[in-house]
Structure formats: structure tokens, C-alpha cells
């Protein structure tokens, strides 16, 4: 028990070292702190998202010829890419909650004899609220393509207009700051803690400090332990600078409180801080490193679904995506802030990072030991 509290000692000292290395600079103060704030009022309220394909469900309670038709004119508009039939308001309910289909088109029991007694029928459209600008844009596509579907059935605009009722799930009142928000909270921490546990050794190995930290008492493990640990809690700091300008400026709803929303926050840590410490035990110099993180940040940010929704990725692409850490970042926060998901759900996306956590510590464990010995 004494020999474990001296390590606990030995890795705490190694712990207060790496805070007085990064907070010792001013610029590096303010590298931490300033970044985070800057970018997202900037990207809060200049980023905007075209939409280029749709993924939408069918729930056709008509079954006729002319609600087929209709089914076949969206399945073949350039604006739908996927098209999914459901057969119950659970099955939708499921499908929308999981991320399946962005928008869900409800065809009611009367909709062909509405139509054919010039009556105006109404269809109700559901769109993820989370993603405002794209909601607005479908909702857009929709009356203009009941309009046309309308005209070629009776050749004529003089016909009572379908109804379009339109509900937004997640998002009601389509604050698109809120999607900006919560998706920036993974870009910035991804930087940050990439840039900090990158430079780490690297640093160390360049300045030629780094063979004092391999004459201390601590095994190799325990010195990445102690280089990790500084960064997340930068990493918690920054995030919650921004979970606080969510709160009070946007008003971003917490669904499913803190506490959850930082438990996952850790494992998501992990995984990016393994990234980080590996590129950092395979680099010689600074410069290297930092090319490095260059090197995973782009491809990492373009295969998360923050720019382009993954379902419009190549398919092997889409596979790719699923071993990135940010993916699920960004499922949890959005679902976390904003929808209330359950518990299974949570898992869903946790249980991917916490093998990609256990892989990238692995491997930088492995090579940090290659390079000692």
C-alpha cells in the first residue's frame, strides 16, 4: 500500500510538472483559452450547411395507387438518396431516433379520396430539428414536390393545394445555433487535445529533457498517464467554457444532465488522447508532430458527418467512418443536449470508443516502451 501511494505521489509530481509546462507561458495561456471562445462566435453564427441528398421514411396509411405514386415520385427525385418504408408510428418513431432518416412523410387513411373529391388532404412531415438550415431546405423540396405531384394527377392548379403540416423533433423552434454548438465542442477539444498530448513527448525528445523523465522511478505507462491526465483537464476547462456560452447565450437544453454528458465526454477523451500520444512517441521533433496531427485532423473531421452527412459517402468511406472517434462524439452531444436518448442508445455509441480508447492507449503504450528500450 506505501509503495502504491509513493507512485501516486510520483505520477501526481509528474502531473504538476506538465501543468507548470503548459501554463508557464503566457502564449500558451491564451492559446488555450482564447481559441475556444473566438471560433465559436464565429462559427456559431457564419457556418451554414447545403443540402445534397435526403434519407426519408414512408408511413403510407392509404395504400392506394395514389399514395404508391406519390412514393414513387419521391424515390425518384434527385433530392431523396434513401427512401425506407415503415409500417407503424413506432417503427418510425425508432428509425428517427436512431438517425436512420432525416425527415419521415406520414400519408393519412383518406389521402387518394380527398384527392379525387378536390378536397385538400394534409400529409404530415417530421424533420430532425437538431440540423435547422437542412430541416428548412427539405421542408422547401416537399411543397414543391407535392405541388408537382398534384399537377400531374390533375393537370390543372386550380385544385385545392396538398397540406403540408411539418413538425420538427429535437429542435421545434430550428436553432441551428444549437447544432453549430454542440458540434464545435468535439472539433475544438479534438485540436486542443491533439495539440497538447501530440507535442508532449515530442517536445520532451527535441528540448532533451526527455531522458530525465526516463531516470524517474516511473515505468513507462505511468509517464503517459501523467502526460494525459493535464490534457483532459484542459480539455474539461475548454468544454466547459463552452457548455456555460451554450447555456446562458443559446439557451442549448442539457436532455439528459451533466453528468452524463461528461462521463461520455471522458471516454471520448481517451480515445483522442491515445490518438494524440501515439503520434507524439513515433515523432523526433515538434514540427513532425504537428504534422502529424495535421495529417489525422482533416480526414478526421471530413469522415464524422460534421460537413457531409455519412450517408452520402462512397460506402467504403461510410465504413471508414465508424472508426472515428469524432462520429460518435457527435451522436452522443447532439443526443445528449438535445433529444433525451436512453440509456441502450448511450451504450451504442460509448462501447466503439472505448475499443478505439483501448486500441490507440495501446499502441501508444507499445511504441512509447519500443522507444525506451
Request: net charge neutral; hydrophobic share 50%.
Amino acid at each position: 500500500m506505501t509503495a502504491f501511494i509513493r507512485k501516486c505521489f510520483a505520477i501526481w509530481a509528474l502531473v504538476v510538472k506538465e501543468f507548470q509546462i503548459i501554463w508557464s507561458d503566457p502564449k500558451n495561456r491564451g492559446m488555450i483559452l482564447m481559441p475556444p471562445i473566438m471560433m465559436l462566435a464565429i462559427f456559431s453564427f457564419a457556418a451554414t450547411f447545403e443540402v445534397n441528398s435526403i434519407s426519408m421514411l414512408i408511413y403510407d396509411k392509404d395504400h392506394s395507387q395514389v399514395s404508391r405514386a406519390l412514393t414513387d415520385k419521391l424515390a425518384n427525385t434527385p433530392y431523396v438518396k434513401h427512401l425506407y418504408m415503415v409500417n407503424s408510428p413506432q417503427e418510425l418513431t425508432e428509425k428517427m431516433d436512431n438517425e436512420i432518416a432525416f425527415a419521415a412523410l406520414t400519408i393519412p387513411q383518406d389521402f387518394a379520396q380527398k384527392l379525387y373529391l378536390n378536397e385538400a388532404p394534409s400529409v404530415q412531415l417530421i424533420l430532425d430539428g437538431r440540423r435547422s438550415n437542412t430541416a428548412q431546405v427539405i421542408s422547401g423540396y416537399m411543397t414543391q414536390i407535392l405541388a408537382s405531384f398534384q399537377y400531374e394527377l390533375h393537370n390543372t392548379t386550380a385544385t385545392p393545394k396538398i397540406q403540408l403540416q411539418v413538425r420538427h423533433w429535437f429542435n421545434p423552434q430550428l436553432n441551428y445555433q444549437w447544432y453549430i454548438v454542440t458540434s464545435f465542442m468535439g472539433v475544438l477539444v479534438t485540436v486542443m487535445m491533439l495539440a497538447i498530448t501530440a507535442l508532449s513527448v515530442a517536445q520532451e525528445k527535441e528540448l532533451g529533457t526527455f531522458d530525465q523523465v526516463l531516470i524517474s522511478p516511473l515505468r513507462p505507462f505511468e509517464i503517459l498517464i501523467g502526460k494525459t491526465i493535464p490534457a483532459i483537464a484542459v480539455a474539461y476547462i475548454d468544454l466547459t467554457i463552452m457548455i456555460i456560452v451554450g447555456d446562458l447565450v443559446f439557451h442549448i437544453p442539457a436532455a439528459r444532465g451533466y453528468f452524463m454528458i461528461y462521463l461520455c465526454i471522458f471516454v471520448f477523451l481517451l480515445s483522442i488522447a491515445g490518438i494524440g500520444l501515439f503520434i507524439s512517441t513515433i515523432c523526433q521533433t515538434q514540427q513532425q508532430a504537428i504534422f502529424g496531427v495535421f495529417c489525422f485532423l482533416a480526414p478526421t473531421f471530413l469522415l464524422s458527418g460534421f460537413i457531409t452527412p455519412i450517408e452520402n459517402m462512397p460506402q467504403f468511406l461510410q465504413d471508414t467512418s465508424w472508426l472515428n472517434p469524432l462520429t460518435y462524439f457527435f451522436r452522443l452531444m447532439r443526443g445528449l443536449f438535445l433529444k433525451e436518448i436512453d440509456n441502450f442508445t448511450i451504450w451504442q455509441n460509448i462501447w466503439p470508443l472505448l475499443i478505439i480508447s483501448a486500441c490507440t492507449l495501446g499502441f501508444a503504450s507499445w511504441f512509447f516502451n519500443k522507444r525506451i528500450n
